[in-house]
């Protein structure tokens, strides 16, 4: 009898652990499923901004800051907990405290960049055709009957004098050199440290941005004030226009890091780096007409204008760097602190001005 409730009892426990292994094979299941998901998603991510108005050609992409490390790439830009890895020397120099060889970086970058921008406008009370006209719409709408009784210059439908259309898409394979870093340790009496000296592209210059309703002034915008509505006798001229920038180019680092302990579990880094680098810049508008806006109702005239600046810019600058790295068992924590830094840029532009067919040239420097 013992014997055979010692046997149940063994029979019992194999059909446990055989439910166990099934629970952890579907948790398993469950989980890979998820991670699968979640990565398919943060492939099919794309980055939405906000409309802009136009504007010119000042220190656009200085905010591209290029990654050096691609463990820390990897890991969202997080440069905590990364060791053994010369791609942090000018993001967090104490993490090159954790490095015990020569270490040489070199590496490129290359990725497909996909820009569009698409407009929808809602109506807008007492100029019910400004949607359409933005939209480029107006060619769904049949002329009025002239014949009518009661119509007035104001019942014409106001129609573009091109075919820009409201919307715009651009594709562009960008390649570029990311680093080339040496990092190397040595010892100072006791003291271990390591140092590090490189070459980074610290920005990646390219910018693309167009607008095929710019509207100066812009009246459909209710910051800071809205635009009051305009009377009869006293009309608001609008300037109508497609405007373009583009920028091409990137900005380097040079510079050096150090990195020492200065306690069992607390590592220090420093690092300097002189910024310098260039962009070719193009700017263009084109006027599509003028909207002249009465109490009720708006007229678009055509006007012939086009305006290219063509150039050069120069950017120069210097960025330091200090951090500090507690590394415990299973927790680490730190600090990486860049103290403000200004970067000048210096531009010479070509301007050609077209109002007539015939452009004329000046040049402008700043």
Not at 195 to 204: C, E, K, L
Not at 215 to 220: H, K, T
Request: hydrophobic share 35%; glycine share 8%.
């Amino acid at each position: 009898m013992k014997n055979f409730i010692v046997y149940r009892k063994r029979k019992n426990s194999h059909a446990q652990a055989q439910r166990r292994r099934e629970i952890a094979q579907q948790e398993l299941c469950v989980f890979s499923a998820t991670l699968r998901f979640c990565v398919l998603l943060f492939l099919l991510a794309r980055s939405l901004f906000a409309q802009g108005n136009g504007g010119a050609l000042t220190f656009q992409g200085i905010d591209h800051y290029s990654l050096h490390s691609a463990a820390s790439r990897a890991m969202g830009g997080v440069t905590i907990g990364v060791n053994q890895d010369a791609g942090l020397m000018f993001q967090n120099p104490a993490a090159l405290h954790s490095i015990t060889g020569i270490q040489a970086a070199l590496g490129g970058l290359w990725f497909s960049q996909d820009l569009e921008q698409e407009q929808n406008y809602a109506p807008v009370r007492y100029y019910s055709n400004l949607s359409l006209l933005l939209e480029g719409l107006t060619a769904r709408i049949p002329n009025p009957d002239t014949m009518l009784v009661g119509f007035t210059a104001q019942d014409t439908v106001q129609r573009p004098y091109d075919n820009i259309g409201p919307n715009w898409s651009r594709s562009k394979n960008h390649s570029k050199p990311l680093q080339a870093l040496l990092a190397m340790p040595f010892s100072l009496g006791k003291i271990k440290m390591v140092a590090g000296i490189g070459a980074v592209n610290y920005a990646d210059l390219n910018h693309y941005y167009q607008n095929n309703n710019v509207l100066s002034p812009n009246i459909l915008s209710q910051r800071p004030l809205p635009t009051l509505r305009p009377g009869d006798d006293n009309p608001l001229p609008v300037n109508w226009s497609q405007t373009s920038r583009s920028r091409a180019g990137s900005l380097q680092g040079y510079g050096i890091a150090l990195a020492g302990s200065v306690m069992k579990n607390v590592s220090l880094g420093f690092s300097g780096m002189i910024l310098d680098g260039s962009s070719d810049d193009v700017e263009q508008e084109v006027t599509r007409g003028r909207l002249t806006f009465y109490s009720n109702a708006f007229r678009a005239d055509s006007i012939y204008r086009r305006i290219t600046k063509t150039g050069t810019s120069d950017f120069s600058g210097t960025e330091f760097t200090l951090s500090s790295i507690l590394t415990g068992r299973f927790v680490s924590v730190g600090f990486s602190i860049k103290p403000p830094a200004t970067i000048t840029r210096n531009y010479s532009m070509q301007v050609a001005t077209d109002t007539t067919g015939t452009p004329a040239l000046s040049t402008i420097q700043g």
